[in-house]
T-cell receptor
Framework: GQQVMQIPQYQHVQEGEDFTTYCNSSTTLSNIQWYKQRPGGHPVFLIQLVKSGEVKKQKRLTFQFGEAKKNSSLHITATQTTDVGTYFCAGGGSNYKLTFGKGTLLTVNP | DAGVIQSPRHEVTEMGQEVTLRCKPISGHDYLFWYRQTMMRGLELLIYFNNNVPIDDSGMPEDRFSAKMPNASFSTLKIQPSEPRDSAVYFC????????????FGPGTRLTVL
């Protein structure tokens, strides 16, 4: 079945440093979604990418979808303490299921 | 809109007991998903429904797990009998129709089986 690998598993940064998490799928994806889960909370949708090579920005967050639609990345510029949480990518296939990566836990030292 | 509602928020039970988790999706959403989250395995899809019909239950770990959706506004996930390895956070999520829509997650039920 479809597998989605996400690295790194953990990332600790100083406030103001940049952060990137990477996602790779074993199969070509129809779309990829990104979610954020704060400690003790539930996953919350951030964005969806559909097109090959697509790049989207949300303030300090930049999301990319690879040309082959098998990989994606999330980059945060100048992290803040409010960015703390686990970031998940989720790959969508031909059905309506999402396969979630295991997430990257980001901690930020103020 | 109240969002996805789950109950109970926390459940502590003893091995062998029956556990029932409940979910109310967002009104108008026709897809409902049950997930289990653990440190070891991450966020796993157990089963999902479309228009109250189970579409894919390949993620249900074993026969001890069952899920129902008797109507568009209610779903249950039942574990009988429960085992300590079932301890996890169980999330319900819903989404609307269309090809690429986000999933809205409920607050989750933290289950501890002693």
């Amino acid at each position: 079945g479809q597998q989605v690998m996400q690295i790194p598993q953990y990332q600790h940064v100083q406030e103001g440093e940049d952060f990137t998490t990477y996602c790779n799928s074993s199969t070509t994806l129809s779309n990829i979604q990104w979610y954020k889960q704060r400690p003790g909370g539930h996953p919350v949708f951030l964005i969806q990418l559909v097109k090959s090579g697509e790049v989207k920005k949300q303030k300090r967050l930049t999301f990319q979808f690879g040309e082959a639609k098998k990989n994606s990345s999330l980059h945060i510029t100048a992290t803040q303490t409010t960015d703390v949480g686990t970031y998940f990518c989720a790959g969508g296939g031909s059905n309506y299921k999402l396969t979630f990566g295991k997430g990257t836990l980001l901690t930020v030292n103020p | 809109d109240a969002g996805v509602i789950q109950s109970p928020r926390h459940e502590v039970t003893e091995m062998g007991q029956e556990v029932t988790l409940r979910c109310k999706p967002i009104s108008g959403h026709d897809y409902l998903f049950w997930y289990r989250q653990t440190m070891m395995r991450g966020l796993e899809l157990l089963i999902y429904f479309n228009n109250n019909v189970p579409i894919d239950d390949s993620g249900m770990p074993e026969d001890r797990f069952s899920a129902k959706m008797p109507n568009a506004s209610f779903s249950t996930l039942k574990i009988q009998p429960s085992e300590p390895r079932d301890s996890a956070v169980y999330f319900c999520a819903s989404r609307g129709g269309g090809n690429y829509n986000e999933q809205f997650f409920g607050p989750g039920t933290r289950l501890t089986v002693l």
